[in-house]
């Protein structure tokens, strides 16, 4: 049987187990086995990854994507940010108004949108042998590829400070309770609203980014409005244990609920951007394909499939499948 190590970050794992002393989070990792093609425990999460998704809310996978892959990625990605207007291909702009050359990556923040679909390589991502088995099995076996942006931050010296809520802390119970659910039956995770971020550049300590309260996902109280305060900067809240700041390097994955409290550090070095794909998913059968036609018609067959809405009696091909392999 082949194996592949993983290492997940267990850091919300030592918060709980030492909240009573509140000490900062010390990272800490612990290498848990993913089960690759020709394991018959590969169609779900292993228990490792079920035991943290259930207990923090998210899991950080790393190394997902490694080697020439990796560079692979990062440079169809790099020609997406940098493309001239004129030569993007039908479907794919910047989200809001349009960018000037000079301005393309360039900005604060930028939107790309479809990012996924821009190329074969980046349109892999989206059934990383790595992710797919979690995919599947906090969809029930009912993946809906929502949509894949490519996120370009880079540092913004005129960002204003902020009266509340530092970090903008959010999720998805807080705009739309209706609509949420986790549920843990037979053994199972399920969740209907799920963020898969893959990183094409490092973010280090120190770096900001993304922040997350370990185990809010299942929080049954409203957040309070002066949970977080802001920090000297007027921008970043300042430090609390309550938060955990995820570092991912390029090619790991952050998987996480919706329904996780999460918000945005200020990206802080200057001679670096922060680089991810935004990876939405929800289980096939509730919402409306939003994708363009343009966009759906330039995929893979598999991809397509996955993108695609279909009622909960139905399986998907690509469901019986315990790895995808995409033809191109
Ligand atoms: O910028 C990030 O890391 C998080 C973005 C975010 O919160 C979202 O897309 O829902």
Same mark, same amino acid.
């Given at each position: ?29 612990? $290498?848990?086995?993913? /089960? #690759? ?33 990796? $560079?692979?990625? @990062?440079?169809?990605? *790099?020609?997406?940010?940098? &493309? ?12 809001? @108004?349009?960018?000037? !050359?000079?301005?393309?990556? %360039? ?16 349109? +892999? ?11 599947? +099995? ?7 590829? !929502? ?15 902020? +009266?509340? %809520? ?16 986790? =549920?843990? #039956? %037979? ?50 809240? +300042? ?15 952050? &998987? ?18 922060? @680089? ?11 919402? #409306? ?14 991809? @397509? *499939?996955?993108?695609?809405? /279909?009622?909960?009696?139905?399986? #998907? =091909? ?11």
């Amino acid at each position: 049987m082949f194996q592949t190590e993983f290492l997940i970050n267990i850091n919300a794992v030592d918060q709980f187990s030492r909240k009573e002393e509140l000490l900062p989070a010390v990272t800490k990792y612990r $290498k848990i086995k993913f /089960a #690759k093609m020709g394991d018959t425990s590969s169609d779900m999460m292993n228990h490792e990854q079920r035991y943290l998704f259930d207990m923090t809310g998210y899991l950080h996978i790393e190394g997902a994507v490694t080697g020439e892959k990796l $560079k692979s990625v @990062q440079e169809a990605a *790099e020609r997406y940010i940098y &493309c001239h207007p004129n030569q993007r291909p039908p479907g794919f702009e910047p989200r809001g @108004q349009e960018l000037s !050359v000079e301005e393309l990556g %360039n900005r604060p923040l930028i939107r790309y949108q479809h990012g996924f679909a821009f190329d074969r390589c980046l349109e +892999e991502l989206t059934v990383n042998p790595s992710i797919w088995p979690i995919l599947k +099995e906090l969809t029930s076996d009912m993946p809906r590829l !929502v949509s894949g942006t490519l996120s370009y931050e880079q540092y913004d010296p005129d960002r204003p400070p902020v +009266e509340k %809520n530092p970090a903008g802390l959010h999720c998805a119970r807080e705009g739309r309770y209706w609509y949420t659910r986790y =549920e843990v #039956k %037979n053994g199972r995770i399920f969740c209907n609203d799920l963020v898969f971020f893959f990183y094409l550049t490092d973010v280090n300590p120190g770096d900001g980014g993304l922040i997350v309260i370990p185990g809010s996902h299942k929080s049954e109280f409203d957040r309070p409005e002066g949970l977080l305060k802001p920090g000297p900067d007027g921008i970043d809240p +300042e430090s609390n244990p309550v938060f955990t700041n995820l570092t991912p390097k390029a090619g790991d994955f952050l &998987c996480i609920s919706e329904l996780l409290t999460h918000g945005v550090l200020r990206w802080k070095p200057k001679d670096r951007s922060r @680089q991810f794909l935004i990876l939405r998913y929800r289980p096939q059968y509730e919402g #409306k394909v939003s994708l363009p036609q343009v966009i759906i018609d330039r995929l893979t067959p598999e991809i @397509q *499939e996955l993108v695609s809405a /279909a009622s909960y009696g139905h399986t #998907k =091909e690509i469901v019986k499948q315990d790895a995808i392999t995409l033809n191109y």
